[in-house]
């Protein structure tokens, strides 16, 4: 049996599984002999917006772009509505595609490439125009369908991909990093509005991102990746909380590392320093200790803790960032804290301790999350 496979199903996955307009078995796809894709499994519900969060190299275009039909893989299918589509050429699958180049032609006006699509599925010009109309609204370009792109923002571009995705009313929407070319304050302006107009067209959508703020922001569920194979699939909420292993907490949300020993109910850091485990564990010996920077604050009086120094503050409005080197190991450690007149200053030492219940321990072998 395929090891990645959980051995029985609860009825929630079978039902989410039966539930599935997107569904990836044990795909694989290997480039020489390097492996892009290692036999995934994904199933993406109808009118769900699921990402692909991953970062550089994971494989996340490469697996969109078999879902698409551009890379064949080498083994596994893929089913739309329980269909295999495998043998379907990409024009046959009738999927919008947003990429992070914008794509668009520039020899053809606004309202021109819009059309494209439904130009090459012979619809008659009347209900072109209509739903070119439409597609144009729904992105806020109708004052635009005239100019050509190189007259265009970026932001007006993507716009511009979105809708020639979304008029030709595809049974899935592909965005492979359509923001990343786009100034913080757009990007964040534009996922609010893929993610109203996704969720108001009931759209499945499968969007890819390396960046995990955007991923937790816009998906139902994301699947991270690493290596071609993905390492958690879940909400955000879940995933940002419960991050299966040290890769996850690591890349969702960032986490600070420091090497303990799990000791009966406690955990003794390097220096000899001991904190409470309000987690039950199994295991005892060597574990690595990840903790997230809004998780550590000032220790009080005999609270327990460990001794740090603060090697710079970088105040960031509402919250401050210090970077911190722990006394005994050297590590250094980012802790955020609430802005405010008692904030530790550069150079003093400190003590920290662990926010109630947010120790996470991991195994130090394989990053399996123990507690
Ligand atoms: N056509 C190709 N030929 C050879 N190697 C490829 C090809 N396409 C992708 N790869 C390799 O497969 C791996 C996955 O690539 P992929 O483009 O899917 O990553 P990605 O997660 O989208 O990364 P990024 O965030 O940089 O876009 C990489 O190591 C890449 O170099
Ligand atoms: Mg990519």
């Known amino acids: 049996m395929d090891d990645a496979m959980p051995a029985t199903r609860t009825e929630a996955e079978a039902q989410g599984i039966a539930a599935s307009h997107l569904r990836i078995e044990a795909l694989s796809r290997a480039f020489a002999d390097h492996r892009a894709l290692d036999r995934i499994d994904l199933a993406v519900r109808r009118g769900e917006l699921l990402t692909l969060l991953g970062p550089s190299g994971c494989g996340k275009t490469t697996l969109l772009r078999c879902v698409a039909g551009f890379v064949a893989q080498d083994a596994g299918r893929i089913l739309l509505n329980g269909r295999a589509i495998d043998a379907a050429p990409p024009h046959r699958r009738n999927f919008g595609m947003v990429f992070q180049n914008y794509a668009v032609f520039p020899h053809l006006s606004v309202a021109e490439n819009v059309a494209y699509g439904l130009r090459a599925r012979g619809v008659a010009a009347a209900e072109r125009a209509t739903r070119v109309a439409r597609a144009l609204g729904r992105v806020q370009l109708d004052h635009l369908a005239h100019r050509f792109p190189d007259a265009l923002s970026g932001g007006q571009k993507q716009r511009v991909g979105i809708a020639r995705a979304l008029v030709i009313e595809p049974d899935l929407l592909l965005m492979d990093e359509p923001l990343s070319?786009?100034?913080?304050?757009?990007?964040?302006?534009?996922?609010?509005?893929?993610?109203?107009?996704?969720?108001?067209?009931?759209?499945?959508?499968?969007?890819?991102?390396?960046?995990?703020?955007?991923?937790?922001?816009?998906?139902?569920?994301?699947?991270?990746?690493?290596?071609?194979?993905?390492?958690?699939?879940?909400?955000?909420?879940?995933?940002?909380?419960?991050?299966?292993?040290?890769?996850?907490?690591?890349?969702?949300?960032?986490?600070?590392?420091?090497?303990?020993?799990?000791?009966?109910?406690?955990?003794?850091?390097?220096?000899?320093?001991?904190?409470?485990?309000?987690?039950?564990?199994?295991?005892?010996?060597?574990?690595?200790?990840?903790?997230?920077?809004?998780d550590l604050r000032p220790a009080p009086g005999a609270a327990p803790g460990f001794a740090v120094r603060v090697l710079v503050r970088s105040y960031l409005g509402p919250r401050t960032r210090l970077k911190v080197e722990h006394r005994a190991s050297g590590a250094r450690l980012d802790v955020e804290l609430p802005s405010g007149p008692d904030l530790p200053s550069d150079g003093e030492t400190i003590r920290l301790g662990v926010a109630p219940g947010r120790a996470r321990l991991f195994a130090r072998e394989n990053g399996r999350r123990l507690a």
């Open 181 to 294: 070319n786009l100034d913080a304050k757009l990007r964040i302006e534009m996922r609010q509005e893929i993610r109203l107009m996704q969720r108001e067209l009931g759209i499945t959508t499968l969007y890819v991102t390396h960046d995990q703020e955007e991923a937790m922001s816009i998906s139902d569920r994301m699947a991270v990746l690493q290596g071609g194979a993905i390492q958690q699939i879940d909400r955000p909420e879940a995933i940002f909380e419960e991050p299966a292993n040290a890769f996850v907490a690591d890349f969702v949300g960032g986490c600070n590392w420091l090497e303990a020993e799990v000791e009966g109910a406690c955990l003794r850091l390097p220096g000899g320093e001991v904190l409470p485990l309000d987690r039950a564990v199994a295991a005892q010996g060597p574990v690595r200790l990840g903790v997230r920077a809004e």
